[in-house]
């Protein structure tokens, strides 16, 4: 196992953490194999689910409260994140290259009996002695409904940080918490949320999945004629389709390959592009165009945001996940790295629909001018399709 940043930290005050852990998954009938020292942090566990399953997880976890806190809301909650000396470092937060033991950053609340997790990746690295809030109303859902979640986002220093999709729940949920935190790794904020929906109506039916897999139910006779992927697994489709569907991270992943292939599905169909190629590259954008006449044209594909805004359109996640240290504008896109960008509606609408835009029309940062505005809006003025953007080109 790769190792990790380690802290010391007192154990008597952190034991009612990892107590919170251990309980909560002991009571749905989980098997703990290995915990590590409370007073080392972030907290290791390792356990066997009631179907079999061997899974571990690094806790970055830390207390969460109501106090009432000067020139502060009256309603609010929080978590510090507060481990080692306050050094205006920037933490990592680890995660397993092999996939065995899933991240959680998350606030616990003993006393009150619930916790509330925030996107590890999103936060990667991390200043140490800052606060995650959150309030009375979504701490009271959270106690009421057993699982709650919720967009945040908060402004610094005049920059927005990127809307984030927070999970918290009651003990009894912490086991398909995991499973979440498993699943979303490195989702975009809007397939975080309706995947944090999806658990959230249907926690137990993930373990149903597993088992049925597990059992052989719901596979069909082998077909006459198998995909090579099939003979190579030894699997016929249904067989494959099922191992995806029981597999909530396995398929996320794929949905995310799934949304690009749609597009450019759509794409293939303009007559006025004579050259696709879909681009895989990192910092590069998704496909690069070129039409009857010479002109190149390069798309940017992104998702929405799950929820509408109060007037019914829906929001753009468009922003860069991480910022360079010194320079706060890298988290924005720069106007001239592409000429298009496509919205992906599915987080929204769950269809394979795209709406598009000239990057030329959209705003500017207001604070970093050579990039263009995060808050991004898809409604009035945006192409219902390519060919009709093609016309304003």
Not at 2 to 30: Q, W
Not at 157 to 172: A, H, I, K, Y
Not at 201 to 228: R, W
Request: with cysteine.
């Amino acid at each position: 196992m790769h190792e990790f940043r380690k802290y010391s930290v007192s154990r008597k005050a952190k034991e009612p953490l990892v107590g919170f852990m251990i309980d909560a998954l002991t009571n749905v009938g989980c098997r703990i194999i290995h915990h590590s020292d409370p007073g080392i942090a972030p907290f290791q566990i390792s356990f066997e689910t009631p179907l079999g399953e061997r899974m571990g997880i690094i806790a970055y976890a830390f207390f969460a409260n109501s106090k009432l806190t000067k020139n502060r809301p009256d309603d609010e909650h929080r978590f510090q994140v507060k481990y080692g000396a306050k050094d205006g470092a920037l933490h990592p937060l680890w995660q397993d290259p092999y996939g065995l033991y899933t991240t959680l950053f998350l606030g616990i609340n003993p006393e009150s009996g619930f916790f509330v997790g925030v996107d590890p990746v999103l936060h990667s690295p991390t200043k140490m002695f800052i606060s995650v809030e959150f309030k009375e109303e979504q701490a009271r859902q959270i106690q009421q409904n057993g699982w709650n979640f919720w967009e945040r986002e908060k402004t610094s220093q005049g920059f927005d940080s990127p809307v984030e999709t927070v999970v918290g729940g009651r003990p009894e949920r912490f086991l398909d918490y995991i499973r979440f935190e498993q699943a979303a790794l490195g989702l975009d904020q809007g397939h975080r949320f309706l995947l944090a929906e999806q658990i959230g109506q249907h926690g137990s039916h993930i373990q149903a999945l597993h088992q049925k897999h597990d059992s052989g139910g719901s596979v069909s006779a082998t077909t006459t004629k198998l995909h090579n992927l099939a003979q190579e697994f030894e699997l016929d489709t249904d067989q494959i389709l099922s191992l995806i569907d029981s597999a909530p991270r396995l398929k996320m992943a794929v949905r995310g390959w799934v949304a690009e292939t749609h597009l450019e599905s759509q794409l293939r169909n303009v007559p006025q592009i004579s050259e696709l190629t879909r681009l895989e590259q990192d910092g590069q954008p998704d496909f690069d165009l070129i039409l009857h006449g010479g002109k190149r044209l390069r798309l940017e594909c992104k998702n929405v945001l799950r929820r509408p805004m109060a007037d019914g359109t829906v929001r753009v996640d468009f922003q860069k996940t991480r910022a360079s240290k010194n320079n706060p504008c890298s988290r924005y896109y720069r106007r001239d790295e592409f000429q298009v960008l496509a919205a992906c509606l599915h987080p929204s609408t769950e269809k394979w629909e795209f709406q598009y835009q000239l990057t030329r029309n959209l705003a500017a940062h207001q604070k970093c001018p050579l990039h263009l505005d995060n808050k991004v809006r898809v409604g009035p003025g945006w192409f219902q399709s390519f060919e009709e953007l093609l016309q304003a080109v």
